[in-house]
């Protein structure tokens, strides 16, 4: 029952925002007790897995050790982002910068956006997985044309047409690896179990073709480059809350899709063929985003483009393999904790100084010195400096690869430091440079300070000491994938 809780909970404070007339706190209310609800439900179904191996809901929905901690993912992240939102939207509507329709809107999308990351996780069934990603996509291209500015409207657009065709050629070689299913006349619902039991009747070359339409289509939604073009412009353009759930959450949800079918590859030609087209992805997506973000003006774009770098991280990790892959998936825990806080930190920025050019941004500690804090937390982590669990993930993966693949390490290691220097430029820039326009000191309320506390307390604590009931899921995760 428990995850029908989690998408009938999502559907109904949907509903519910809707409804809403002019009380801005009975939405925050909704969405907090909501995500609330949706994060004890997880817990629930996360230790069945954990006991059992899997859990199943009904007859339609189903997680496993990778599906448990993806959902765990979506449902921490959810709840940190809807506390958060309430008070943003507060301060913003308070500058008079959106209404109250405004905010209602943006509450029912969030709902709709959660419920579709949910329902792509829990169904078994591909063709469900890749409807309910594309619904991701819809729901937050009106989010990221949130404020109607042209260059918001132009990055949604942007966001919807290229998303879309890469997921059309994602639906295109989710076909192929249905038809032996249906050529062996299997009658109900198609699931990730049934495909693997009918690996025997594909063809290597047919298997081969489809697995690259997967990780084009999918990788697109994924932010690997060279399918990366529409992250920047969106990550920058939407609201920062729902930023930090497009690079926290939505980006894994895209990478969980390829490890589905990343599984009947390597049954059906062997492991060989879907890790050199990882490694390859990967060490792109690694070398191109460190360039880029060493010259970058926009905090919330070079943000952007670090999860553009931390998913080529992980697709080099998998595509490695052993250890790596075990790397990999904590590497994603990680980064998800440290790119929320990052974005949740510049949102405080951003309410203070109006501003998302990096020139503009000046003495922020001396401003704002809970949010110089945390962003500064939050820059050390995601650029894998000790202790922080990042420098442990990193240094794993690149462990693993260094034997078999020393020229793509010594590559990855480059970028990675080059990303490190680029971000050590940039917040230095902004969190100690002299405050000249005599801004006034405080931050903007404990709604925007709270759940930034929370993520820097889990990402810290994490760091230290993984719980042992995530580590299982891990291990689990990376023998399966």
């Given at each position: ?36 609800g ?12 954990v ?42 509507v ?37 409807i ?12 990221i ?48 179990q ?16 489809a ?9 697109t ?16 353009k ?25 599984t ?8 060989q ?21 060493f ?82 937390i ?21 462990s ?28 230095v ?8 326009t005599?801004?006034?000191?405080g ?21 230290i ?6 580590a ?5 995760a990376?023998?399966?994938?």
């Amino acid at each position: 029952m428990a995850l029908s809780f989690i998408i009938a909970t999502a559907c109904i404070a949907s509903c519910l925002s809707f409804f809403v007339k002019k009380k801005m706190d009975t939405l925050g209310m909704i969405a907090m007790i909501a995500s609330l609800g949706e994060l004890t439900a997880t817990v629930i179904a996360s230790a069945a897995v954990v006991k059992n191996g899997s859990y199943a809901s009904a007859v339609y929905f189903s997680i496993d050790s990778l599906g448990a901690i993806l959902l765990i993912l979506v449902a921490v992240i959810g709840f940190i982002v809807s506390w958060y939102s309430a008070g943003y939207l507060k301060a913003e509507v308070a500058k008079k910068i959106i209404g109250f329709r405004r905010v209602r809107q943006y509450f029912i999308l969030l709902h709709l956006f959660l419920f579709a990351m949910f329902f792509a996780i829990i169904t078994p069934n591909p063709i469900m997985m890749w409807i309910a990603i594309e619904a991701t996509t819809l729901s937050t291209a009106f989010l990221i044309s949130f404020y109607n500015k042209p260059s918001a409207m132009e990055a949604a657009w942007k966001y919807l047409i290229i998303n879309s065709v890469g997921l059309l050629l994602g639906f295109f070689g989710t076909l192929l690896f249905l038809y032996p299913a249906l050529q062996a006349g299997q009658e109900g619902l198609i699931t990730w179990q049934s495909i693997r039991a009918n690996v025997s009747g594909f063809d290597p070359f047919v298997v081969k073709i489809a697995f690259i339409f997967i990780l084009i289509g999918y990788g697109t939604k994924m932010g690997l480059v060279p399918m990366h073009t529409w992250l920047p412009d969106a990550h920058s353009k939407a609201p920062v809350p729902i930023s930090g759930l497009l690079s926290g959450v939505l980006l894994n949800i895209a990478f969980f899709a390829i490890l589905r079918f990343k599984t009947v590859v390597d049954l059906a030609v062997g492991r060989q063929f879907s890790q050199e087209l990882l490694i390859f992805f990967g060490i792109i997506s690694i070398l191109v985003s460190a360039f880029i973000i060493f010259v970058q003006k926009n905090y919330k774009r070079l943000l952007a483009y670090s999860s553009i770098e931390h998913m080529g991280v992980m697709a080099l990790g998998f595509g490695f393999g052993g250890i790596g892959a075990s790397a990999a998936l904590l590497h994603m825990i990680y980064h998800s904790l440290a790119k929320s806080l990052l974005f949740l930190s510049s949102g405080n920025i951003f309410l203070k100084y109006s501003s998302t050019k990096i020139i503009r941004i000046k003495g922020v500690m001396s401003v704002l010195p809970f949010t110089g804090v945390s962003f500064i937390i939050g820059f050390l982590a995601i650029t894998g400096v000790p202790p922080f669990g990042i420098f442990i993930t990193e240094f794993t993966i690149l462990s693993a690869g260094i034997q078999n693949h020393p020229v793509v390490t010594t590559m990855a290691l480059f970028g990675l430091t080059l990303v490190f220097i680029g971000f050590f430029k940039h917040t230095v820039a902004m969190i100690f440079g002299e405050n000249e326009t005599g801004m006034q000191r405080g931050e903007a309320g404990p709604w925007t300070m709270a759940p930034v506390v929370i993520l820097a307390v889990m990402l810290t604590i994490t760091s230290i000491y993984v719980p042992s009931f995530i580590a299982l899921l891990i291990n689990a995760a990376s023998l399966a994938y």
